[in-house]
């Protein structure tokens, strides 16, 4: 073999590794760390990790099941991860403290038929309207927060006076044993706290109706600088959960296990839960209605258009 055929040979060979080389840097998945909620309305999340339209967008999703919001927000401030799910009055409030963090896609849709979400008192309670509440003590698993926003426009809306009530911090699990003992007048709980809750408790009402009769209250979010850095990833991922939520939205029965499965619940309870519906868009005009509502019972200073925590790739 000529000197010149040997070179050809070996630049050949080369070319031919360097293709293979960048094929595989190509298709190595992007690792994205996601602090999830065990509840159902995280569930999305969970749904496309288990079918594989995480995957199949290039993405290798790490779930981190973290307690509540504030811990979710707590973890993305300090980089621990880089989405989180988060309540829009959560997100709204850090907004209006100057730190950048957007909504960029929806979880569950809040409001509708199916309550995931009630005001409940204990089957012994003389309470029987909103307006028996007045003066009464309620527990919220977090002051300021949008369950409290949630609770006091559902008294107002039903005829009670929000302003009379007192509200107390307890966390969801420990609710119904406090209603029982009569340590609380009402409380504020969410699937799957509610169903475990009817043993002891009974519902009053759906507190999601105080806002309005489908709203969103739940996304996914991340720092402004984490989706700059990351669109695509963020269009991916948004894309994976929507497609997640739609089938979800039709298969109760699968969807139910695979959130047993990462969330940890108790089959049975979930079983009996009302399940959630999941966003398949990220409407400011959905979104819209709990800023309102958070400013005007004093969890926001002020209210804002929506769009100001909404992020889009387009």
Known sequence: MTFARRWAVLALLVALATTASSGSAQTQPVTVRVGALPTDNSGNVYFALDRGYFKDAGLDVQIDTLASSPAAAAALTSGAIDVAQSNVTSIAAAHLRGFDFKI????????????TNAIMVANDSPVHSAADLNGKTIGVVAVKSAQQVLEMAWLDKHGGDAKSVKFIELPYAQMG?????????????IEPFLTTAKQQARVLGNVDDGIGPRFIGLGWGATSAWLETHADVAARFAGAVREAGIWANAHHAESAEILVKYAKLDPAT????????????????????LIDASAKYGALDRTFPATDILWSNR
Do not use: C, K, N
């Open 104 to 115: 960029f896609a929806a979880a569950a849709y809040s409001g509708g038929p199916a309550v």
């Open 177 to 189: 044993a406090q209603l029982a003992a009569h340590r609380i007048d009402a409380a504020g709980i």
């Open 270 to 289: 979930v079983a009996h839960t009302a399940r959630a519906t999941y966003a398949t868009e990220l409407d400011p005009a959905l979104v819209q209605p």
